[in-house]
Protein backbone atom coordinates (compact mmCIF):
# COMPACT_ATOMS: atom_id res chain seq x y z
CA UNK A 1 0.00 0.00 0.00
CA UNK A 2 3.01 2.25 1.07
CA UNK A 3 5.39 3.21 -1.85
CA UNK A 4 9.07 1.57 -1.15
CA UNK A 5 10.40 4.99 -0.76
CA UNK A 6 8.28 6.25 2.03
CA UNK A 7 8.61 3.32 3.95
CA UNK A 8 11.64 5.43 5.97
CA UNK A 9 8.87 7.87 7.18
CA UNK A 10 7.12 5.44 8.83
CA UNK A 11 9.48 3.54 10.97
CA UNK A 12 7.43 3.02 13.80
CA UNK A 13 4.58 0.64 12.51
CA UNK A 14 4.17 -2.61 10.83
CA UNK A 15 4.19 -1.46 7.04
CA UNK A 16 3.40 -5.32 5.79
CA UNK A 17 -0.62 -4.73 6.95
CA UNK A 18 -1.01 -0.78 6.88
CA UNK A 19 -3.39 1.00 4.83
CA UNK A 20 -3.03 4.44 4.44
CA UNK A 21 -6.61 5.16 3.12
CA UNK A 22 -7.44 3.32 6.84
CA UNK A 23 -5.51 6.29 8.72
CA UNK A 24 -5.37 9.34 6.12
CA UNK A 25 -5.05 12.19 9.09
CA UNK A 26 -2.33 9.56 10.30
CA UNK A 27 -0.58 9.30 7.01
CA UNK A 28 -0.88 12.82 5.94
CA UNK A 29 -0.05 14.21 9.16
CA UNK A 30 3.58 12.25 8.93
CA UNK A 31 4.43 13.25 5.45
CA UNK A 32 3.39 16.36 5.47
CA UNK A 33 5.86 17.31 8.44
CA UNK A 34 8.92 15.05 7.86
CA UNK A 35 8.49 14.05 4.14
CA UNK A 36 10.40 15.45 1.33
CA UNK A 37 9.22 16.69 -2.31
CA UNK A 38 8.97 12.58 -3.58
CA UNK A 39 6.57 12.04 0.11
CA UNK A 40 4.46 15.16 -0.63
CA UNK A 41 3.72 14.22 -4.61
CA UNK A 42 2.88 10.98 -3.68
CA UNK A 43 0.65 12.55 -0.94
CA UNK A 44 -0.78 14.97 -3.60
CA UNK A 45 -1.79 12.44 -6.08
CA UNK A 46 -2.71 9.70 -3.49
CA UNK A 47 -5.36 11.93 -0.87
CA UNK A 48 -7.46 14.53 -2.18
CA UNK A 49 -6.82 18.52 -1.70
CA UNK A 50 -10.06 18.84 0.90
CA UNK A 51 -8.18 16.14 2.94
CA UNK A 52 -4.45 17.40 3.70
CA UNK A 53 -6.68 20.71 4.43
CA UNK A 54 -8.36 18.86 6.94
CA UNK A 55 -5.31 17.65 8.20
CA UNK A 56 -3.52 20.63 8.52
CA UNK A 57 -6.35 22.38 10.12
CA UNK A 58 -7.16 19.08 12.68
CA UNK A 59 -3.83 17.84 13.42
CA UNK A 60 -2.00 19.30 16.40
CA UNK A 61 0.71 16.65 16.32
CA UNK A 62 2.38 18.98 13.02
CA UNK A 63 4.99 21.29 14.21
CA UNK A 64 4.62 24.81 14.50
CA UNK A 65 6.79 25.44 11.15
CA UNK A 66 5.20 23.12 9.45
CA UNK A 67 1.45 23.62 9.90
CA UNK A 68 2.41 27.68 9.31
CA UNK A 69 4.22 26.04 6.12
CA UNK A 70 1.22 24.30 5.13
CA UNK A 71 -1.26 26.48 5.81
CA UNK A 72 0.55 29.10 3.63
CA UNK A 73 0.58 26.49 0.81
CA UNK A 74 -3.20 25.73 1.27
CA UNK A 75 -4.26 29.64 1.90
CA UNK A 76 -5.58 28.15 5.32
CA UNK A 77 -5.88 31.08 7.60
CA UNK A 78 -3.40 30.27 11.10
CA UNK A 79 -7.29 30.90 12.78
CA UNK A 80 -8.13 27.59 11.75
CA UNK A 81 -4.84 25.18 12.07
CA UNK A 82 -5.17 23.97 15.79
CA UNK A 83 -1.61 23.18 16.03
CA UNK A 84 -1.05 27.18 15.53
CA UNK A 85 -3.49 27.91 18.54
CA UNK A 86 -2.28 27.89 21.82
CA UNK A 87 -2.79 24.54 24.12
CA UNK A 88 -5.69 24.87 26.07
Not at 15 to 34: K, W
Not at 41 to 51: I, K
Request: aromatic letters at 14%.
Amino acid sequence: MIPQHLRPFFWDINMDNFNPHSYPRYTITRLLESGDEKAVAWLRETFSEAEIKEAVCSERRLSRRSANFWALVYRIPFAKVAALKPAA
